[in-house]
Structures are given as structure tokens and as C-alpha cells.
């Protein structure tokens, strides 16, 4: 077989539920999951239990990934829009500060617009400010802040026309403005969402054809792409009310060498988005001696039964892709082998190295 051999994945935005929510996802399985994706570091959003907002949460969580992580790792810092002095302690130790401007899952959001302004005024960086912001009016604030403050904004998971539309005008008016797409947004719609149920339900939700194919039409302009990974269990996305969120890390590789193959985007391109790209825009650096070996000729059906996600379901089941990770060599070892976690828990490593003040300053306006 002729491998072809491929930087490893750096996926900028996953929930991996540990502390608080190990039945859905660990950092163990969570990291066995991204290493079998084709993903070598991910990066960490703080909507967990507790979420990661102060000192001891964020020491708490260091201390699991140092200990469970078979990948490298990136932790992001969360506001209620109440902790600006753990904030400014901590910044220079985070991946950024993701900011939930709509209500999602988890009770991590802020509550009111006017307690934003201080937060654009007082981030020290060195990482951007990442915002789930789905309506147009919270997007719009968060672009209007970043117009009047000296932030960098990353805008997570984009998936309607509209909101690219705002995007591109603010990146065209030179704001420091980057943004990510999933492959869900990429690769489904709402026409999907009436086939797969509790099992298509995320936010933001599967959007138009029409959304969809602007994201397609408009890939060119997009930083990143992540995946949003967002395990639930089968039993609570049955139940009566199911949480929002799908799992991602062992499908996004697939699905874009598939759009490889059918002229959607070349391989550099998909380097870029998935790779050069997240390591512009967060203050990280890439584990040495790591990379990826595919097989891109191996067409195959995504299945359950595959996954080393502990919720154990991927809502793109039984499609169709061509492109398979054969191997993943981390750190200089084999980290995955067709379908074997080689990777112990614990030899991932931070990837956020933390600046002095002064270069944070500098960092901040690049
Ligand atoms: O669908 C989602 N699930 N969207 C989010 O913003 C949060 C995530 C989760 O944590 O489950
Ligand atoms: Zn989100
Ligand atoms: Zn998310």
C-alpha cells in the first residue's frame, strides 16, 4: 500500500467532558479518538464541570491532561464575564478565552451584553478571543468590539451565510478577524437533520443547502477547519431532551480527503486549515517528530463500531469516504496503527508556551 505522509491534525476546538462528564468522554478516550483521526494536538474549550474559569479549575484540568493526554493539548480559559482578574493571571497560560455568547450546553454564557466591553478591554492575550456567537446581534457585537479594542477574534464554528457575509466584510476592512468551519456545516443540512434526529442536533444547527454551499463557495477565505467534537451518550441524545453537540475527531480526515478527491479543495489547502493555519492563529507550538500516514485509495463505510469515542456514534455512519489514517507517529513513536492505540495516557504535552508581558503586547497586533 502507498501511504502518503501528512502533518498530524491540530484541532483548535473539541470538548473532551473531563472533569465532570467522563460517561460522554475522558481526556483518555477523548485523545485516543483524536490520535485515530488523524489529530496530534487539540485544543480544549473550558464548558466543563466545573467550567475552566479560575486558578483551580484551570490548575485542575492542566493536571488531567499532563497525566491522561495521549496527545499534545491546548487549554482554553471561559468567562461569565465576572472573572477579569483570574483572566489577566491566567492568560499567558491559555490556548484564548472563548467567550459563549448564545446559550449552548453548559451553563458557561454571558448573561448580559454590557459585561463584554470590559472583557475586550482587559484580555491580555497572547491567544484571540474565541466567541460562539450564532445570532447576527452577537456577532455583531463581537465585531464591533474587536473594531474599537485591540483583541484578536476567532469566530468558532461558522455555519450560516449571513454570518460569513459579516465576516468577510470585517477581514476586508483589515480587522484582525480569523474564523473556523466544521465538517458537520461542510458536509450536512438541515435535510440531514430530519434524517438523523437527537443524532443531527448541534449548535450552531445544520444550516440551508444554501449555507452550506456558500461555505464550500467561500473556503478560500476560511482560517481553519475544527471539528467541534462534542460527544453525548446514545442514551441522552434519545432522551427527552437531547443535549447539543456531535463527535468529530475520527470522521474530519476522512470526509476531507473524500472532498480532496472530488476537486472541493486541494491537499495544501487542506494542510493549511487544518495544520499552518491553527498554529498562526493560537499562541501554540506543534509536537516535534509527529506526522500522519494515509492511505488515500482506501474507500471504505464510516462506521460505529470503529470508534475509540467513547459515546461510541458518529452521525456521518455508513457514508461513503475515500482516505483512511493508516498510522499516526507522535513524538517520534507510533501513537495508532489500523485501528490500535499504541499512545500511553501522559505523553502529550502542553502545546501553549506562555509569553512575557511584553511580548504578549507585541503578539497581540500581529
Ligand atoms: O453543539 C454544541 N455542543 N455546541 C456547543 O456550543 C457546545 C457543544 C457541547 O459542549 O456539547
Ligand atoms: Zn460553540
Ligand atoms: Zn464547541
Not at 505522509?5 to 467522563?22: F, N
Not at 446559550?103 to 458557561?108: A, E, F, K, P
Not at 452577537?138 to 465576516?167: K, P
Amino acid at each position: 500500500m502507498t501511504t502518503l505522509k501528512l502533518p498530524g491534525m491540530i484541532d483548535a476546538h473539541v470538548h473532551l467532558r473531563e472533569p465532570g462528564g467522563t460517561h460522554k468522554e475522558s481526556v483518555t478516550s477523548g485523545t485516543a479518538a483524536a490520535l485515530a483521526g488523524g489529530v496530534v494536538g487539540v485544543l480544549e474549550m473550558p464548558n466543563t464541570n466545573p467550567a475552566t474559569t479560575d486558578a483551580d479549575s484551570f490548575t485542575l484540568k492542566h493536571k488531567l491532561y499532563r497525566s491522561k493526554s495521549r496527545c499534545d493539548f491546548g487549554l482554553f480559559l471561559g468567562s461569565d464575564g465576572r472573572n477579569l482578574d483570574a483572566l489577566n493571571k491566567l492568560g499567558n497560560r491559555a490556548a484564548g478565552l472563548k467567550l459563549y455568547l448564545d446559550n449552548t450546553y453548559g451553563d458557561l454564557c454571558i448573561q448580559h451584553p454590557a459585561l463584554l466591553e470590559p472583557i475586550w478591554e482587559r484580555w491580555p492575550g497572547p491567544g484571540p478571543i474565541c466567541v460562539h456567537a450564532e445570532s447576527t446581534q452577537s456577532l455583531s457585537q463581537a465585531l464591533s468590539l474587536t473594531a474599537r479594542h485591540s483583541q484578536r477574534l476567532h469566530i468558532c464554528h461558522v455555519s450560516r451565510e449571513e454570518n460569513l457575509r459579516l465576516i468577510l466584510a470585517a477581514k476586508e476592512q483589515g480587522l484582525p478577524v480569523t474564523f473556523e468551519v466544521t465538517p458537520h456545516h461542510l458536509f450536512f443540512t438541515v435535510e440531514d437533520a430530519k434524517r438523523l434526529g437527537p443524532f443531527g442536533m448541534m449548535k450552531p444547527s445544520l444550516g440551508t443547502p444554501h449555507d452550506r454551499e456558500a461555505l464550500w463557495q467561500h473556503l478560500d477565505a476560511v482560517d481553519c477547519i475544527a471539528t467541534d467534537h462534542a460527544p453525548h451518550t446514545r442514551e441522552e441524545k434519545l432522551g427527552a431532551e437531547p443535549p447539543p453537540g456531535v463527535p468529530g475527531l475520527e470522521t474530519a480526515l476522512p470526509l476531507l480527503l473524500t472532498a480532496v478527491d472530488q476537486g472541493k479543495l486541494d491537499i495544501s489547502r487542506l494542510i493549511e486549515l487544518t495544520y499552518l493555519n491553527p498554529l498562526r492563529i493560537f499562541p501554540i507550538t506543534p509536537p516535534p517528530d509527529t506526522w500522519i500516514e494515509v492511505d488515500p485509495n482506501a474507500r471504505y463505510q464510516l462506521s460505529n463500531c470503529s470508534l475509540q469515542t467513547r459515546c461510541g456514534w458518529t452521525p456521518f455512519e455508513d457514508m461513503w469516504v475515500l482516505g483512511r489514517v493508516v498510522r499516526t507517529w507522535f513524538r517520534g513513536q507510533m501513537a495508532f496503527e489500523l485501528g490500535k492505540i499504541c499512545a500511553a495516557p501522559g505523553t502529550g504535552h502542553d502545546m501553549v508556551q506562555g509569553f512575557p508581558v511584553n511580548q504578549t503586547e507585541f503578539r497581540n497586533h500581529t
